[in-house]
Each structure stands twice: as C-alpha cells, then as structure tokens.
C-alpha cells in the first residue's frame, strides 16, 4: 500500500507540474 501511496503522489505531482505549464502556456498566448 506504501507503494501505490507513493505512486499516487508522484501522478499528483506530475499533474500540478503539467497543469502549472498549461497555466505558462496560456498566460504567454494572452500576452
């Protein structure tokens, strides 16, 4: 279970990490 935990985590910081790039991305397309 300590394993999958972990392996949540990393997807939960992968997202915020792919999510926070989308946000780049657009602030740089509005400007």
Do not use: S
Not at 5 to 28: F, G, L, N, V, Y
């Amino acid at each position: 279970i300590e394993d999958h935990t972990k392996r949540i985590e990393d997807d939960t910081k992968r997202i915020e990490d792919d999510t926070k790039q989308i946000e780049d991305h657009t602030k740089q397309i509005e400007d």
